[in-house]
């Protein structure tokens, strides 16, 4: 890393601090673990809304993300009320910049490990793929996620100990599915 980079990566810390400090991260009072725990669920959501940045996600949809992420209860409740004002919203976004470049980082050190994995399999067995395709057991029915002591552990649970109503409709929208193209396949 040449010095132009390391003051670059200072300058960017000290932005993003700044605007961390900004938006009331670090106000008396705000617990100290809350800019994490938001870093954290927004670095989740871009994974899950595969929004990774204005760049790939266009900056409507990039707009509407950081108004989602505004929006979270781990936000700064300065971040939330204040969401309106302009500085406000150029701070979140700034902030949000940061987790996606992280996030973005991260996916393509998930991407390099795997090349490299899939290269090392295909080096020691002779040039074979390495493709793997995941497994297809059936998922559970709906009547098994009803009954308390039936279902996969990892289901989340109901106070009675049923399983959510949202597993339930996504279960029966991938059997529904399945049976779907299973049938065509047959055809």
């Known amino acids: 890393m040449s010095s132009n980079d390391n003051a670059a990566a200072v300058s960017d810390e000290r ?5 961390a400090e900004r938006v009331g991260f670090f106000d008396e009072g705000i617990p100290g673990q809350l800019y994490t725990q938001w870093r954290k669920q927004v670095h989740r959501g871009i994974q899950n809304f595969n929004c990774h940045g ?4 266009g900056s409507n949809k990039w707009e509407s993300f950081c108004e989602w992420a505004a929006g979270q209860p781990t936000m700064a409740p300065r971040g939330q009320l204040a969401y309106q004002d302009e500085a406000i919203r150029k701070h979140i976004r700034i902030l949000c910049d940061d987790v996606a470049k992280k996030a973005r980082d991260s996916r393509q050190a ?8 899939r290269a090392a399999h295909r080096a020691s067995h002779d040039g074979e ?7 297809k057991w059936p998922l559970p029915d709906v009547e098994e996620l009803g009954q308390p002591s039936a279902g996969p552990s990892y289901m989340p649970r109901t106070a009675k100990g049923k399983g959510s109503a949202g597993v339930k409709k996504a279960t029966i929208e991938s059997n529904a599915e399945r049976e779907r193209v299973n049938a065509r396949k047959r055809d």
Not at 15 to 19: E, Q
Not at 129 to 135: H, L
């Open 15 to 19: 932005t993003v601090r700044k605007a």
């Open 54 to 57: 204005p760049e790939e996600a």
């Open 110 to 117: 998930m991407w390099v490990a795997i090349h490299q994995a």
């Open 129 to 135: 793929p390495a493709v793997i395709e995941p497994p």
